[in-house]
């Protein structure tokens, strides 16, 4: 079983829209988690992390289900510039854990 | 600071050949990862190092592939002989623990793609 699983997608929506990513953990123990954009043929990078409380980032949301094991990402106001891979990342001891990414474009 | 450096950013090479990847971390940072980027397989951590020592190299695929740190400023990734499976984006990333906040994020190098014939 991966460590981390995410729905690849990929979500197609309006300028304008609403979407949400979910993304599925194993470990309990995780200790930290994020999500990284990546932009085609780049490198990954932090777009925000993830608190207990949830915590937004101006049209970027994101929660943890500790219970559940499951973090969220909701982008409103979908932006042409929004068009990327969404990877959902877990930390335990040290070692993070990626999930495949969820791909958006986002569609004039 | 010029964030995490990576060369070559190209490597094309034939089966057989020795490939060398070199990694640059940011300057203070205490952990070094190395990665490799398929479609199929997604991201996939090889190896890290903190503090220059190899702390978890399970990742590794096989005898095939070596890392070392020698200074806190400097990795490589060694691949003896490369076989065409090898081909992927290879990943260098660096991180400092800082023990006043609970996260702590990792910061990418562009990328090695290499390509093996």
């Known amino acids: 079983r991966k460590e981390v699983e995410q729905d690849p997608g990929p979500f197609n929506v309006p300028e304008g829209a609403t979407v949400a990513f979910n993304c599925t953990y194993s470990?309990?123990?995780?200790?930290?988690f994020f999500w990284y954009r990546q932009d085609c043929r780049k490198e990954p990078k932090l777009l925000m992390s993830?608190?207990?409380s949830g915590n937004e980032d101006g049209r970027f949301t994101a929660q943890l289900n500790r219970a559940s094991q499951y973090i969220s990402l909701l982008i409103r106001d979908s932006k042409l510039s929004d068009s990327a891979t969404y990877l959902c990342?877990?930390?335990?001891?040290?070692?993070?854990?990626f999930g495949t990414g969820t791909s958006l474009t986002v569609i004039p | 600071d010029a964030g995490v450096i990576q060369s070559p950013r190209h490597e094309v090479t034939e089966m057989g050949q020795e490939v060398t990847l070199r990694c640059k971390p940011i300057?203070?940072?205490?952990?070094l990862f190395w990665y490799r980027q398929t479609m199929m397989r997604g991201l996939e951590l090889l190896i890290y190092?903190?503090?220059?020592?190899?702390?978890?190299d399970s990742g590794m695929p096989e005898d095939r592939f070596s890392a070392k740190m020698p200074n806190a400023s400097f990795s490589t990734l060694k691949i003896q002989p490369s076989e065409p499976r090898d081909s992927a984006v290879y990943f260098c990333?660096?991180?400092?623990?800082?023990?006043?906040?609970?996260?702590?994020?990792?910061?990418f190098g562009p990328g090695t793609r290499l390509l093996v014939l």
């Open positions: 990333a660096s991180s400092f623990r800082d023990s006043s906040t609970p996260q702590e994020t990792q910061y």
């Open positions: 470990n309990s123990a995780s200790q930290s």
């Open positions: 993830v608190y207990s």
């Open positions: 990342v877990v930390n335990y001891r040290k070692q993070f854990y």
């Open positions: 300057s203070g940072h205490d952990y």
């Open positions: 190092f903190n503090n220059n020592v190899p702390i978890d």
